[in-house]
């Protein structure tokens, strides 16, 4: 037998995966700083919708108590599950616990999915949607959002065929923070298919769905750790739907998904949820403020939001330009470079008063080209 040489191990790749245009995450802090010239105490980072207020210092306190890691967690996630269940206010039995919830959507895509079966996505949405789905071999049936970024739970309906195994709704979405109606998702919920409301910002937001799952056996609610309670870092979310849904992600998660640290994280942020709730008020009001202050320059278009962060359309000049020039000031946002629909949008974390008025100061000076 003829071994190949190296270079062309890339046949042996599976074609899903070839096919895959990679995630483009935010820039790390070294890039920003290769970038601008600055130290990392002089960046704002308002990139990645992460809280700017940090985690309870609860969790600091559970993590250093925590003397040593040489046993494995435990598989059933007992004493976390039951925190997070009661937070929800759901039984236990109906949340599984995952590393962020990105893992919990990966885990969506290998219970449901096969080669040829159908996802319904309304874009612009989440750009891990189509990574894992691709994966598995699965085609993006991809409906394009309105001109306020809200969703046709019709057209959802009618794109339904028999190969349609899932639908996905971020809400509020991201990167627009588009809110969507709970009369919106019941619709769609009358599909049948798997309908996966992903409510990573779900703290900031007007309405939830989570209880739902009690009542609606394809309702999939996903919840996450990394905005509201500040532990993108840790990696925490939670999977909540009824029991004979989560028995077959049960039978397929590697069985010490969330880590210790994890577990002593979310626990301890549970026990303090009187700090977290304060930093999801005033992140709520400052999305406020910073939107009546973008408002007001007139070469943005706002539009509302229901998470941590909102986004603005660039209406003259060029949106990547005017995020590069942001970045040498020191104030990172995100801009994408696809899809088309977006490319002159910025998405803009909710920082302190202070990362806003800086932000403001800067776009005002700054004349778009
Ligand atoms: C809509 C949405 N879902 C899921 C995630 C993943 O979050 P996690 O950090 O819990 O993996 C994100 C992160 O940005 C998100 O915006």
């Known amino acids: 037998m003829s071994v190949e040489p190296r270079a062309t191990l890339d046949h042996l790749v599976r074609p899903a995966v070839a096919r895959i245009s990679p995630y483009v995450p935010a820039e790390t802090m070294a890039e920003l700083c290769a970038a601008s010239g600055l130290t990392p105490a002089e960046i704002i980072k308002l990139d990645a919708n992460e809280n700017v207020y940090g985690s309870s210092p609860a969790v600091a306190r559970a993590l250093a108590a925590q003397g040593s890691y040489h046993i494995y967690p435990d598989p059933e996630q007992t004493e976390t599950r039951a925190a997070v269940a009661r937070y929800l206010g759901v039984p236990a039995a109906n949340v599984l616990l995952g590393n962020g919830s990105d893992e919990l959507i990966h885990l969506l895509t290998l219970v449901y999915l096969d080669s040829g079966d159908e996802v319904i996505d309304f874009t612009p949405s989440f750009a891990m949607y189509p990574i894992y789905s691709g994966l598995m071999g699965a085609r993006m049936v991809c409906l394009p959002r309105d001109d306020a970024f809200a969703l046709d739970p019709e057209a959802g309906l009618r794109a339904v065929s028999d190969r349609t195994k899932i639908i996905f709704v971020a809400n509020p979405n991201n990167p627009t923070g588009t809110f969507t109606p709970r009369e919106a998702i019941l619709r769609l919920l009358e599909s049948g298919r798997i309908v996966v409301v992903d409510e990573a910002y779900a703290e900031f937001a007007p309405d939830s769905l989570v209880r739902d799952v009690l009542r609606y056996d394809n309702l999939v609610v996903l919840r996450s750790f990394s905005k509201w309670a500040a532990l993108a870092g840790v990696r925490a979310g939670a999977i909540v739907a009824q029991e004979h849904v989560l028995a077959h992600f049960w039978k397929i998660k590697s069985p010490f998904n969330l880590t210790v640290p994890a577990m002593l994280a979310v626990q301890a942020a549970?026990?303090?949820?009187?700090?977290?709730?304060?930093?999801?008020?005033?992140?709520?009001?400052?999305?406020?403020?910073?939107?009546?202050?973008?408002?007001?320059?007139?070469?943005?278009?706002?539009?509302?939001?229901?998470?941590?962060?909102?986004?603005?359309?660039?209406?003259?000049?060029?949106?990547?330009?005017?995020?590069?020039?942001?970045?040498?000031?020191?104030?990172?946002?995100?801009?994408?470079?696809?899809?088309?629909?977006?490319?002159?949008?910025?998405?803009?974390?909710?920082?302190?008063?202070?990362?806003?008025?800086?932000?403001?100061?800067?776009?005002?000076?700054?004349?778009?080209?």
Request: glycine fraction near 4%; aromatic fraction near 6%.
């Open 270 to 369: 549970l026990d303090d949820l009187a700090y977290l709730q304060n930093t999801v008020e005033r992140v709520k009001r400052e999305r406020e403020r910073l939107a009546s202050l973008l408002h007001q320059i007139d070469y943005l278009r706002v539009y509302p939001s229901a998470g941590n962060f909102l986004y603005v359309e660039v209406t003259r000049g060029s949106a990547a330009r005017l995020r590069a020039r942001l970045v040498q000031r020191g104030i990172s946002v995100r801009h994408f470079a696809a899809p088309e629909r977006i490319v002159q949008g910025l998405r803009i974390t909710v920082g302190t008063p202070e990362h806003t008025d800086r932000l403001v100061a800067a776009l005002r000076d700054l004349s778009p080209e």
